[in-house]
C-alpha cells in the first residue's frame, strides 16, 4: 500500500484549505489503472482538489480487499467502489472476512455515482457470441482485489445457466482489468466482469477485437443473477464511447459510490459534497461515464451503507434529503 500511495497520481491545484479540518493532502484509492474505478476517481479528485484547493492524491489499487483495510488507518481517506463492496466491506463479510480480519471498514457514503454497465467480455475471434457458447470455456470469474467482482462472476455465470463444472474456471490476481488482460495474453477466453467504458477494452479491441456478451434478461434467470450480487438488468445499444457493444445487449446495472472513512471530519465531507454538487458538469467532460454521476443520485433510497454525517448535513439543507431517507439512514447505521 506504502509503494502504491509513493506512485499514486497526484490531482492537484494551488493553495491552501480555507477550513482547519479538510486536510491538505488527501488519498483517494481505486481499481486499478484503465478501470472505469480509476477513471472515475480521477475526475472527481481533480473537481474537489481544485475546487477545495488541496491535492487529492488518487491510488489505484487492485481493488477494495488491498484498501478498505486502510480506511480504519487513515491511510485512505475515500475511495470509489461499487454498492456490494461497500456493505460487505463495512461489515466484514460477503468475501471480505480475512482481508478486514472479521473487522469491517468503517465506510460512509458520500455521494452515489454513476450507475455501472457490467457483462463479459471476449475477443472478437473466440466463438463466444453468447451465454451458450462458454460451455467448455476458460472465463476468469474468480478476482482477488475485489469481494464484489468475484461476487458479480459467481452471478453471471449463474444467469448463464451454467456451474462451476461448465467451464474451465480461471482466477486473477485484481479487478476486473486483469481480467482483460487475461483475455489478451490469451491465458483466458472470456472474464465474467467487464464494465462498458473500461480504457483496457480500447486495447483488447485493437489487438483482438472486443465483444461484450448478454445476459439474459428473463426473470427467472435474473433471479438466480441476483442471489449473488445485487442489480437490475438493462438493455444497452451500441453507441460512441461504448467499444465492444457491436449489437443490443443486456446488462447488470449498479451504482458506483464515493466513500470515505467515518474519521474524516464532518466539515471536510461537507464541503467535498458541496462541491461536487456545484460543480457537477464539471465531471462531465473527463469521462463519458461521468456524465451519468449526477447529483439528481446522489442521494440513493437503495444505499447499502449510511451516509456519512457531513453528506446529510449539506443534502438537508439543500433540501435534496427526504424525509423516507431518515428512516433508511437509521436503519442502515443499526446494522451491524
Same mark, same amino acid.
Given at each position: 500500500?506504502?509503494?502504491?500511495?509513493?506512485?499514486?497520481?497526484?490531482?492537484?491545484?494551488?493553495?491552501?484549505?480555507?477550513?482547519?479540518?479538510?486536510?491538505?493532502?488527501?488519498?483517494?484509492?481505486?481499481?486499478?489503472?484503465?478501470?472505469v474505478i480509476n477513471a472515475?476517481?480521477?475526475?472527481?479528485?481533480?473537481?474537489?482538489?481544485?475546487?477545495?484547493?488541496?491535492?487529492?492524491?488518487?491510488?489505484?489499487?487492485?481493488?477494495?480487499?488491498?484498501?478498505?483495510?486502510?480506511? =480504519?488507518?487513515?491511510? +485512505?481517506? %475515500? #475511495?470509489?467502489?461499487?454498492?456490494? /463492496? *461497500?456493505?460487505? @466491506?463495512?461489515?466484514?463479510?460477503?468475501?471480505?472476512?480475512?482481508?478486514?480480519?472479521?473487522?469491517?471498514?468503517?465506510?460512509?457514503?458520500?455521494?452515489?455515482?454513476?450507475?455501472?454497465?457490467?457483462?463479459?467480455?471476449?475477443?472478437?475471434?473466440?466463438?463466444?457470441?453468447?451465454?451458450?457458447?462458454?460451455?467448455?470455456?476458460?472465463?476468469?470469474?474468480?478476482?482477488?482485489?475485489?469481494?464484489?467482482?468475484?461476487?458479480?462472476?459467481?452471478?453471471?455465470?449463474?444467469?448463464?445457466?451454467?456451474?462451476?463444472?461448465?467451464?474451465?474456471?480461471?482466477?486473477?490476481?485484481?479487478?476486473?482489468?486483469?481480467g482483460i488482460q487475461a483475455?489478451?495474453?490469451?491465458?483466458?477466453?472470456?472474464? =465474467?466482469?467487464?464494465? +462498458?467504458? %473500461? #480504457?483496457?477494452?480500447?486495447?483488447? /479491441? *485493437?489487438?483482438? @477485437?472486443?465483444?461484450?456478451?448478454?445476459?439474459?434478461?428473463?426473470?427467472?434467470?435474473?433471479?438466480?443473477?441476483?442471489?449473488?450480487?445485487?442489480?437490475?438488468?438493462?438493455?444497452?445499444?451500441?453507441?460512441?464511447?461504448?467499444?465492444?457493444?457491436?449489437?443490443?445487449?443486456?446488462?447488470?446495472?449498479?451504482?458506483?459510490?464515493?466513500?470515505?472513512?467515518?474519521?474524516?471530519?464532518?466539515?471536510?465531507?461537507?464541503r467535498i459534497v458541496k462541491?461536487?454538487?456545484?460543480?457537477?458538469?464539471?465531471?462531465?467532460?473527463?469521462?463519458?461515464?461521468?456524465?451519468?454521476?449526477?447529483?439528481?443520485?446522489?442521494?440513493?433510497?437503495?444505499?447499502?451503507?449510511?451516509?456519512?454525517?457531513?453528506?446529510?448535513?449539506?443534502?438537508?439543507?439543500? #433540501?435534496?434529503?427526504?424525509?423516507?431517507?431518515?428512516?433508511?439512514?437509521?436503519?442502515?447505521?443499526?446494522?451491524?
Open positions: 500500500m506504502r509503494a502504491a500511495i509513493a506512485a499514486a497520481i497526484a490531482v492537484t491545484s494551488s493553495g491552501y484549505a480555507s477550513a482547519q479540518d479538510v486536510p491538505k493532502v488527501m488519498n483517494l484509492a481505486t481499481h486499478g489503472i484503465g478501470s472515475i476517481g480521477v475526475g472527481l479528485a481533480k473537481v474537489i482538489g481544485t475546487n477545495l484547493h488541496i491535492q487529492v492524491k488518487v491510488m489505484p489499487t487492485s481493488g477494495p480487499t488491498e484498501w478498505l483495510p486502510q480506511i =480504519a488507518t487513515g491511510e +485512505v481517506h %475515500m #475511495g470509489v467502489l461499487n454498492n456490494y /463492496d *461497500a456493505m460487505h @466491506g463495512r461489515h466484514a463479510d460477503g468475501g471480505y472476512e480475512k482481508a478486514l480480519r472479521g473487522k469491517g471498514a468503517p465506510v460512509m457514503l458520500l455521494t452515489s455515482g454513476t450507475p455501472n454497465w457490467m457483462t463479459l467480455i471476449t475477443s472478437a475471434n473466440s466463438g463466444i457470441k453468447n451465454c451458450a457458447d462458454l460451455k467448455g470455456k476458460r472465463v476468469v470469474s474468480q478476482y482477488s482485489g475485489s469481494a464484489g467482482v468475484t461476487a458479480q462472476g459467481s452471478a453471471i455465470m449463474a444467469n448463464c445457466g451454467l456451474g462451476p463444472g461448465d467451464y474451465k474456471q480461471v482466477a486473477v490476481a485484481g479487478g476486473p482489468n486483469a483475455v489478451m495474453d490469451g491465458s483466458a477466453d472470456a472474464t =465474467a466482469s467487464a464494465a +462498458v467504458g %473500461m #480504457g483496457i477494452i480500447a486495447e483488447l /479491441d *485493437a489487438r483482438k @477485437g472486443a465483444r461484450f456478451v448478454s445476459l439474459d434478461p428473463a426473470p427467472d434467470a435474473w433471479a438466480k443473477f441476483q442471489q449473488f450480487f445485487p442489480a437490475s438488468s438493462k438493455k444497452l445499444d451500441p453507441a460512441k464511447g461504448r467499444v465492444g457493444v457491436l449489437e443490443s445487449i443486456y446488462v447488470a446495472e449498479y451504482p458506483f459510490y464515493l466513500v470515505a472513512g467515518a474519521g474524516l471530519s464532518q466539515e471536510a465531507v461537507y462541491v461536487l454538487w456545484e460543480k457537477n458538469a464539471d465531471l462531465f467532460p473527463m469521462h463519458a461515464r461521468l456524465k451519468d454521476w449526477l447529483k439528481e443520485n446522489y442521494v440513493d433510497e437503495g444505499a447499502t451503507i449510511p451516509y456519512h454525517p457531513g453528506a446529510v448535513k449539506f443534502y438537508k439543507e439543500v #433540501g435534496a434529503w427526504p424525509a423516507k431517507m431518515d428512516q433508511v439512514q437509521a436503519k442502515l447505521l443499526a446494522q451491524k
